[in-house]
Every structure is written in structure tokens, then in C-alpha cells.
């Protein structure tokens, strides 16, 4: 054990460098503070009953009423106690608060990886502080992206496994692939995964020519076995979650369009190009990799008093504070929390590499930098971006194309600190080094300098809704010289920002430039540069990040549920209710991006990204123009929630007209397609009409149905995903339910034996029932889920025992006695 650590002791206090760099840049949260994340806060509401069914019946339900009338859990929240990585990850989030844990992860993976490429360890820290501090890794944090954040994190493990099989540890490497694909799965951010597969793709495609040049075919052959293997173990491991998701996906906003007219706007199977394209990375904002404020910083940046803005205020009597509320970012997205910063040194070392590092890493890394901020362009340049989405395989599932640059603040960290191991390894024999030192600084610090003195001759300053910006202010103000006065006064505010930090990023270059210099000429030891870049590096993109976030970021836990899921007198009555099985539809907000109703209510709007294509259609349909009060009818919405705009207060109108949660009906229409299915429920009167489709027909039997009279069905048992209802009627007839209509494991039976279930109204499930007195069950058993945790509990067998195999054979190996020649 003493040899152990001795062997491992640098390891272990880079670890402990890394632990305390998380707790000082995150002190409020070891003092038991919470990190505002409204994402977060969305998803925690959204999950509220689930939680609460939870901890009344000791297991988590596989369906949700909160939101959207209902959906499945597979996105909202999911257990899966046969997931090896649900332990792994609930084990990080027990010892670290967040987002400590997060950050964390993202510097330990990256160690591992710069570890697996033989970089020396405190050169490796320098590279892990380096992707782990790039500044959108950090903008993702404060956004609440819980999830890509976890992803992010487990993409620089996943490459390590890769590299070492393909450097001959088939074993190991396949382990430590298994085990951070299983984690990446587990985290359930698929874009980030698909964006990670293209530049695994194109690794494999550089290593393959290699092996075909180089005539050692077996040896590739032998790691893309074993990498395979360890793909199908760590998708084994996910198949409670990967099934029944896969199942979900083509029923949702990612799946095909069910009304010919919205088919002819929509990817085949995919999003509309320009949801997918609607955040995409500027051409020339690209320049934010270098200089944070080039394009204005974030949304969110202000003007202070001292600002241009300001100053044509206070000349107009106006208050100098309402400089805060003038846009300082200029840039084509519709907002953004703030700039893609990689480090101003990390960019300079990156574009040494390409003149300094030698091997197929580097073209990979080039590559695979290039192609992703080609694709980030999106609408900008859409040449490359239109290739993949027409014609690579599931790219068009995923929108805010300008994500996949999270695979370049892994890249460019990667090949700067490549090139200065290269330096400090082979610099003597890199010729003409320092000619190319000083050309890359005349390069890249030329440009910047050349930003600092000259910002408005390189950069307009202005968006492309710059004349409408000037005609909003005009009308506000009216005034037209004085709207021209102030944004000319922002377009200077912008330029002095950009001026400002291109200075900034001078001094970091230079600084980084220096420090390389002295290496080549031998005038400092390799260590304390380093060391010295290291703290360059931290205090570089530590300051961008504070920016972002920061310790007023951070709110005691219980001020933050009061003020951001607080009950309101509205909540209260609503909650006096004695029938809880009712649907409410809050217009205080906006119902379909907000999920703090469905914290109290089952609600007909919510938050979620991946909401069934069905329902979906039906908010752009009956919702998007005037309010469809028949379909509110159908989906048993007893109450509305609106603000008295005069009186600024919320109100509760009562729907007596709430058809209940299930009523027979009177007439059943065959309808011949979605498009007629949808016409239908324009204006109709859903207790005494259904519209069925005819692809149900077979399982109606239209003869026997009757017209019912003194019929009665009610709940008398509810849980999301097993409902149980008791009915009497004098003859067959269509009961409908208010629930909603997903056939990908619902099961309804009746007195114990199955029955088909019908689509009614587009939306929602019907039943055929037998007369008589008679107990209906609905359940919610998906075979994908059921069996995928079977699968999910081999799969998790054998990662452990490849883990202990690996382990015990790298001990078999140490331990083995050494032969005397």
C-alpha cells in the first residue's frame, strides 16, 4: 500500500489541487447554498409527482399527469435500480454538492485523458483546467443543463478508452470505455453523445489509414473488437433507459409529423431546419474564442453608470441605470447567456500545435475542430450544415446547432497542451522553433492588438436588426434624434467592450507567448512553466467564468423554492378540491414553457423538450390562435388560472363544462386520416361525440354499441400508470377517457381480460365496454422498460466483473516475480 502511493503520490495531489480549486471557485455551495438554475427548478416541478408517488409507494411510476396531460417518465425522471452508473453517479452527488460535483468530473476525465496521451501529470492538470474552465462549461452550469453538463463530463473518458485500444491496453481500454459510455448514457444527453460520435468517427477513420500504411491491420482490427464489445456492454447497461426512449422518440417532436401539412415543414423524422438552426454560431463570432467580449459578452451583460448610454441619459435627465436594460451583445442569436471563450493562451498554443506537433493526433484534432465549428455556423453557412442534415444519419434530430462546439473546447485544450509537451520533449529537435513561436504570436497577437486599437475598422458593432432596434427606441421615447443618440452611444459601449478585453487577451497571450520562449531557450525548467501556465490558464478563464456565474448565483435553498414554486392563493383554492383528478391550464405564463403549475396541478401545459408529436400538434392547432374550449373540455380542464392586468393579481375561473375523466358517449364518427381527425375536434361536443380513426376500426364493433342511458363510469383509483375505473351501463357502449393516447405499453383491461384500446379525438384512449356492471383497468406496463432493466442488470454483471478482471490481472502482473536472464 505505501509503494502504491508513493507510485501515485503526484496523481493524488493533482486530485487535491483540483478539489480545492472546485471549493474556492464554488464556496457558497459547501455553505449549504443552492445554485439558481431555472432549468433545474422547471424540471424539479415538473417532477413533483412522481417524487411524491415515490415517497408514498416506494417505487417511481413509469407515467406522468403533471404535465401535458400526461407522458411517460422516461424524460422527466427515472430510477432504474438495475443501472450499475445510477450508484456511480448518486455516490459523486453524496459526497460533492453541486455543481462542485459537475466540475469536478469534468477535470478528472480530462486528467485521465491527457494521462492516457503520456502528457506529465502537472501538464495534465494544466490541460484538464483548461477544457474544465472553458467558458461555456460553465455557462451550461448556470443555465441549468443539468444532463449536457454530466455528458460533457464523460466525454473526455470515453476518448481515453478509445486511445488505449488502440495503443495496444485492449483490455483496460475497453473497461474505461465501457464504464464512461455507460455513464454517458446514464446522464441521458443524446446530442451531446451524437456530436461526441462524429469526432470518434473520424479518430477511427485517421487510425484506420494508419493501420493500412502501416500494415498492422490485426492490431485495429483487434481494438475496434474490443471497443465494440465494450459499446454493447455500456448500451446493455442503459437498456432500461435506452429502449423505452427509443420507443418515445418517434412519437415526439423528434419523430414524424402526423398532419400532412406540418409534414411538408419538418425533417423526415426529424425537427424543421429552422428550429434546428434557430441558435447558431456567427461566422465572425467566432472571434469570441479569443477575445470574450468581442460580440458584446451575453444577453444578460450590463452597462454601468460610466457607459456612453448612460451618459446620453443623464444629458436627457433619464436615470443612468436604465443603461442596464441596452443589448449589449450584438450577435444573430436571439439571446445567449454568453460567449464561447476558450482561454486567449490555450487558442495561441493551439495554433503553435499545428506548426509544432507531429502525428496523426494532430489532423485528427484539426479535423475534428474544423467540422465542428463549420457545423456550429448553422444558418450562418449552411453548405456543410445542410449536407449532414439532409443526408447524415440522425442529425437532424437535434436543434442549437452552435452545441456542437462543446467538443471543440475539448479539442483545442487537447492540441495546446500537446504542443507544449512536445516543446518541453522534443523542442531541440523541432526546427526552426522559435521562428515559429514568434510567427504565431506576430499572428494571432497581431489580430487582437489589432482589435484593441481598431475595433470599429474590423467589427460593426451593429446586429442585423439594428434599424428596428433604433425605430422600438424611437417609438418608446418618442424621439427619433434621441434613439439615434443612444444607440449610437451603445454601438461605442460595444466597442469599448470589445477594446477592453482584445487588451485582456493581449496580455494573456504574451504572457503564455513568454513563458514559451523561456522554455525554448532554457531559461526556465520545464516544471514551474508549467506551473506558471497552469495559473495563467486559471486565472484567464476564471475571471470570464465569474462572470457567468458566480457567488450571486447562489440563494439559501429554502428562500429559492418560496420564490420560485411558490403557492398562491389561486394554488390554494384550486387545492381545496375534494375530486384531485382535474386538469388546470394557467395563462399567467406561458403554459406550454413553464412547468411551476404542474408543481401543484395536473396541468395541461409544462416544460419539456420532448413532448408527444400528438400533443404538440394540438397546441399549435387549437391553442396557437383562439383558445379551443371543447378540447379544454375533453381533457377535463375544470380551471383556468389568469392575471387581472389591472389589479395585478391572479383569478380562477371554474369550467362546469369539464367533461370528467371518463363519460360515454352518444355517436361515434369514423374519420379517414389525421388531417379529418383534427378538423373534426375544431367544434364539437366531446361528451356525447367521438371522432375514432379508421385504422381502429376492426377493434369497433359498431353493431353492438348503443346508445347509453342512465350509464355511469367513475375513478376510484388513481395512480399514473394504473387507473381504475368502475362502470355501469345497460348495453355496449364507447366510454372515452381523459388520458392521454400513447399505444407504446398501455394495456387496458376489464374485469381482468384485455381489451384493444382506440384512439379517440386525436388525443385521447377509448374503450369498446360490454354492458353491465364492470371494473376497468388501465396499466402502464412497458415490455421495453420491464425487460430493458433485465438486460440493464447482465449488462451491469459483466462491466463489474470486466472492472474486477482488469484490476486483478494488472495486480496478477505487478506482483509477478521478475526472471533472471
Known sequence: ??????????????????????????????????????????????????????????????????????????????????????????????????????????????????????????????????????????????????????????????????????????????????????????????????????????????????????????????????????????????????????????????????????????????????????????????????????????????????????????????????????????????????????????????????????????????????????????????????????????????RAVESVLIIATLSVPILAVLTVSEIATQGDKIKKLDKKLLYVLYGVGGAVLLIALLPDVFLSFKSSNHQAMIQQYAQQLRDNTLANELVSALVKDRAALARADAFRSLLFIVITFGLVWLLVKNKLKVQSVVMLLGLVTLIDLWSVDKRYLNADRFVDKLQLNRQFIQEREVDRLILMDRDPNYRVFDLTTNPFADSRTSYFHKSIGGYHAAKLMRYQEVIERQFSGAINEDVLDMLNTRYIITRDNNQNSERIQRRNTAAGNAWFVEKVTLVKDNEEEMQAINGFDPRKEAFIHEEFKPWLDEKRLRTPVNATIELTSYRPDRLVYEYSTPNDALAVFSEIWYDKGWKAFVDGEELPILRANYLLRALQLPGGNHKVEFKFEPQSYHLGETISLVGSIVLLFGIGLAIWLEVRKGTAPVKKA
Not at 42 to 68: C, H, Y
Not at 234 to 260: D, F, H, I, M
Not at 359 to 374: C, D, E, P, S
Open 1 to 398: 500500500m505505501k509503494t502504491w502511493f508513493n507510485n501515485n503520490s503526484t496523481h493524488l495531489a493533482v486530485i487535491g489541487v483540483f478539489i480545492a480549486i472546485c471549493f474556492l471557485y464554488f464556496t457558497p455551495a459547501w455553505q449549504g447554498k443552492v445554485l439558481y438554475q431555472q432549468d433545474v427548478l422547471l424540471a424539479q416541478a415538473g417532477q413533483k409527482e412522481i417524487v411524491d408517488i415515490k415517497a408514498r409507494d416506494g417505487d417511481m411510476p413509469l407515467w406522468t399527469n403533471s404535465m401535458f396531460g400526461g407522458m411517460p417518465s422516461y424524460q422527466v425522471l427515472m430510477e432504474l435500480p438495475n443501472n450499475l452508473t445510477t450508484y456511480l453517479l448518486r455516490g459523486v452527488k453524496a459526497v460533492f454538492p453541486h455543481p462542485i460535483d459537475v466540475v469536478l468530473l469534468y477535470l478528472l476525465g480530462a486528467y485521465l485523458l491527457f494521462t492516457v496521451l503520456k502528457v506529465r501529470p502537472w501538464l495534465a492538470a494544466v490541460g484538464a483546467i483548461a477544457f474544465a474552465f472553458s467558458s461555456y462549461n460553465f455557462i451550461y452550469i448556470e443555465a441549468g443543463h443539468a444532463n449536457k453538463t454530466y455528458a460533457v463530463a464523460f466525454m473526455a473518458p470515453i476518448l481515453a478508452g478509445i486511445l488505449l485500444a488502440f495503443r495496444g491496453r485492449y483490455l483496460w481500454g475497453a473497461v474505461l470505455l465501457a464504464l464512461a459510455m455507460a455513464l454517458e448514457i446514464r446522464v441521458n444527453h443524446i446530442q451531446v453523445t451524437y456530436y461526441l460520435f462524429l469526432a470518434v468517427l473520424i479518430l477511427v477513420g485517421i487510425e484506420l489509414y494508419h493501420a493500412v500504411k502501416e500494415k498492422r491491420l490485426l492490431g485495429f482490427g483487434r481494438a475496434i473488437v474490443y471497443q465494440a464489445v465494450a459499446v454493447l456492454v455500456a448500451l446493455a447497461v442503459n437498456a432500461s433507459l435506452l429502449w423505452p426512449t427509443y420507443e418515445y422518440s418517434k412519437e415526439t417532436l423528434r419523430g414524424r409529423a402526423n398532419l400532412k401539412t406540418e409534414n411538408a415543414q419538418r425533417a423526415d423524422n426529424g425537427v424543421s431546419r429552422e428550429y434546428a438552426y434557430q441558435w447558431s454560431q456567427g461566422v465572425g463570432e467566432s472571434l469570441t474564442f479569443l477575445i470574450p467580449n468581442a460580440y458584446g459578452g451575453g444577453t444578460s451583460t450590463q452597462l454601468d453608470a460610466s457607459s456612453n448610454v448612460a451618459k446620453v441619459l443623464m444629458n436627457h435627465a433619464y436615470s443612468p441605470e436604465a443603461a442596464a436594460n441596452f443589448p449589449t451583445y450584438w450577435g444573430e442569436k436571439d439571446f445567449t447567456s454568453g460567449p464561447w471563450y476558450f482561454g486567449a493562451g490555450v487558442v495561441f498554443l493551439f495554433i503553435l500545435g499545428l506548426f509544432v506537433v507531429k502525428g496523426k493526433l494532430k489532423w485528427w484534432l484539426l479535423a475534428t475542430t474544423a467540422l465542428v465549428l463549420l457545423l456550429s455556423f448553422g444558418r450562418h453557412f449552411p453548405l456543410v450544415s445542410d449536407l449532414f442534415f439532409n443526408y447524415f444519419p440522425m442529425y437532424n434530430k437535434f
